[in-house]
DNA sequence: GTGGTCTAGACCACG
DNA sequence: GTGGTCTAGACCACC
């Protein structure tokens, strides 16, 4: 369970939690059903308020990936739904803005590719 | 010059502003060296605050996309260095967003290239 | 005695209990003077805690549902007096916020009574 | 804008928020488009706190229903997209608890028909 | 001046 | 002991 929060950067504590559970699932660190920290010891640990940690937990719970009920802390959800539609426009909207970021940068859309890839690797090989 | 803001969307409309205009450049309907239209007209066209449309046109200028002169207005940098390494950076973590994002959606590598392609291809062809 | 629980779902434990006896009342599956499984028991095949179950039968019998004498376990009452002001305004207050939550969604009145038939139907054949 | 708030009620009020918005909207009181008030404006007016007043709206946009906004305060969204499968599975569990909830007080299907016609015509004239 | 985030600390519902 | 809710009050990003 390590998670790294930057409290330098400017994106909320709590978003930069849930993408870190994230990162987590996918890497297999947590699996389907394992039990996450309570919120008030990932509060202690990562220095940071129980409301926060709390939020993040909460709203990973609403996307259906964490299960989390009353009296018997959080979880992740041992299966999913089809996303949504409202998720699915959300990742073209962020792909849209990844391209043309990349693209405005002067990354061609290969070396884009291959960007992603490598970053696919690193997260499957349990590195940061 | 059309440019489209969704205001249901909740990223910031000056971020909104910023991709729109990247998205111009790369789909080549606007070109190095051509002009924009000035800050009070685009803030009137678009209906916004003048302060937001000059906060785009600053941003991108710090990036080194636009080009903007007291006096004589803003117009796509006729050329550009390398991006830095604050660009790299900036992009490899959104890529690390975006894939994870897909990953835990369920949304394998393949499909995710499939929709990067879909995107660029868009683009390039000049569709919204 | 087919009791399912669904983890996922955020309602409390002990309301989905209550809510599991009430319909196989209901369907008749549980019948007036019939026992119900002693709180220990229950508890073990549901695998919850045994306040959970306890605090259903609890509340049930507040409502004049079941009948739990000391050391009899728990029955279906077999006779009940007409509800009293107390559950008809607990109902009212549920079907305002069901409405207001079918309008909001598009949901129109009559879909809704199609949907609230289709369930009573569910019931009545023993579906689930 | 008359919002009603039941302190003794034991439902969190940031859901009563969100439940008294909607049957705003749906009685025509809030329309599409119209601005609600400012969250510290609300928050004062019905002695809550400013961070449960943020929740509700920050909710009730998350399922599309209001459209909140960084420094332009919140409005009634103008437009919905079809419901998506949590809100139609949210349904049909909130039907079925319903349903269950009258068939055991002895309420008829009929009986529970009427009452929500009756309710329904009470939001849609306006009254409380 | 708007909403967003975070903190600190209290109390409650659930298991 | 778990998460949920609420309060009070501060600071920040956006328009």
Do not use: C, F, W
Not at 8 to 18: A, K
């Amino acid at each position: 369970m390590l998670i790294a929060l930057d409290l330098h950067d400017q994106t909320p504590i709590y978003e930069q939690l849930m993408a870190s559970i994230k990162e987590l699932i996918n890497r297999a660190a947590l699996r389907k059903g394992d039990s996450l920290p309570t919120v008030r010891q990932l509060a202690q640990d990562l220095g940071v308020n129980l409301n926060t940690v709390a939020r993040a937990y909460r709203e990973l719970a609403a996307q259906g990936i964490l299960s989390v009920r009353q009296g018997r802390g959080a979880s992740v959800a041992s299966a999913r739904g089809r996303y949504g539609a409202a998720e699915e426009a959300n990742l073209r909207r962020e792909i849209k803005r990844l391209v043309n970021e990349a693209l405005v940068l002067g990354v061609g859309l290969e070396e884009l590719h291959a960007m992603i890839d490598a970053e696919v690797h690193s997260i499957e090989e349990g590195g940061s």
